[in-house]
């Protein structure tokens, strides 16, 4: 969880494309964890329920630092899929099969090979629209090329 929060955006991206398809098997401990959290029950949580149910365990601070780091599209929530991105362990994002499904899903064109223009259509799509500015596309371009 602690990459997630310190990590450049193209991580980000790639780890909430492997948090939509992953098995729901595999992530039935997050989805309680979530639910417990999100008190209202309205979908996401906000840094108040995050300080409710986290702020009182030992390392309490440090795992709420981590998921407002979650917080890609700056709304002052947490989506279920911007916590499982975060949320989720090494094991399970490495895992061969999520791995490829997140490469083939940045691969728009199928080369094998992920370029630029198929980084910024998808940063820029509509998924993503809210969640990054121009400046941070741009950023994230510099990163990969």
Known sequence: MKKFAKG????????MAIAV????NDIE?????????????????????LQRGL?????????????KGADTDNSGTINYTEFLAAAMDQT?????????????????DGSGSIDSSE?????AGEEFRDVYSQSQLDQAI???D
């Open 8 to 15: 450049q955006k193209l991580k980000q991206v790639a780890l």
């Open 21 to 24: 398809q992953s098995d729901p």
């Open 29 to 49: 401990e997050l989805k309680v964890i979530f639910q417990a959290l999100d008190n209202d029950g309205n979908g996401s949580i906000t840094f108040e329920e």
């Open 55 to 67: 702020g009182q365990r030992e390392n309490g601070d440090e795992l709420i630092s981590i998921l």
């Open 92 to 108: 399970m994002f490495l895992r061969d099969t999520y791995m490829k499904t997140a490469f083939q899903m940045l691969d728009a």
């Open 119 to 123: 980084l910024l259509k998808l940063l």
């Open 142 to 144: 510099r990163e990969i």
